[in-house]
């Protein structure tokens, strides 16, 4: 019964190559987003998808595209990959209220070498 | 450009004693503010939130204080338990966002 759920948990990839990481939240929320964690540790905004349209795109480069298929589900590919692409993900969802909390996945850790 | 910042990366405290965790933020937009708990290999889970037209907000063994003039906000937990140890991050939102601004977490180490 696991709210949010992302795969993999784990990444271990080349430069250059690309990759998806996948999201799904059973909770019906109707806003999701994509949030990195970077060696700093600093959580910060990617994208945010509600009801499967992008309503915030962060200053991320164009070699991350989210897909959203339906509400449940919000997956994030990145092409080319490059090293400081490394980075644990976290998947969020919440119900479209202001004062609605978020609810995150376990996240997916990339190591690119 | 931290806007949220916790100034203490770790905090370590006997079991049974209150753990306080602090926060300041810069920016004066900021109406909405949010405590997550991280245990590790895990994401981040709401603890409790606070409006700015409130100053204090309880839950249980978790209390929120926020100082509007001052920018800072704290979370206490009375009594700490070591099942609380865990990195607390601190969180804010301006008016109308769905998104929160991070803080760089603070790690609390609660020892038996």
């Known amino acids: 019964d696991t709210a949010v759920s992302q795969t993999p948990k784990y990444l271990v990839t080349q430069m250059g190559n690309d990759k998806s990481i996948k999201c799904e939240q059973n909770?019906?929320?109707?806003?999701m987003y994509w949030y990195k964690q970077d060696s700093k540790k600093f959580l910060k905004i990617m994208f945010s998808?509600?009801?499967?349209?992008?309503?915030i795109n962060e200053t991320v480069p164009n070699r991350f595209s989210p897909k959203s298929p339906d509400k449940a589900h919000l997956n994030l590919h990145i092409n080319s990959l490059e090293l400081g692409d490394s980075a644990v993900y976290f998947c969020?969802?919440?119900?479209?209220?202001?004062?609605?909390?978020?609810?995150f996945g376990p996240g997916t850790r990339l190591t690119v070498t | 450009d931290q806007q949220v910042k916790q100034n203490s990366p770790s905090l370590s405290v006997q079991e049974g004693r209150i753990s306080i965790l602090n926060c300041d933020y810069t920016?004066?937009?900021?109406?909405?503010f949010l405590w997550y708990k991280k245990y590790p290999a895990e994401g981040p889970t709401f603890l409790i939130s606070?409006?700015?037209?409130?100053d204090k907000n309880e839950d249980g063994r978790f209390t929120v204080f926020l100082n509007k003039s001052a920018k800072h906000l704290s979370l206490h937990i009375v009594p700490s338990q070591p099942g609380d140890s865990a990195v607390y991050f601190c969180?804010?939102?301006?008016?109308?966002?769905?998104?929160?601004?991070f803080g760089r977490g603070t790690s609390l180490i609660v020892h038996p």
């Open positions: 920016n004066s937009m900021f109406d909405y």
């Open positions: 909770l019906g929320h109707d806003t």
């Open positions: 606070i409006s700015s037209i409130k």
């Open positions: 969020a969802s919440s119900q479209g209220d202001y004062l609605a909390e978020q609810y």
């Open positions: 969180a804010a939102r301006e008016g109308g966002s769905y998104i929160p601004t």
């Open positions: 998808y509600n009801n499967k349209e992008l309503i």
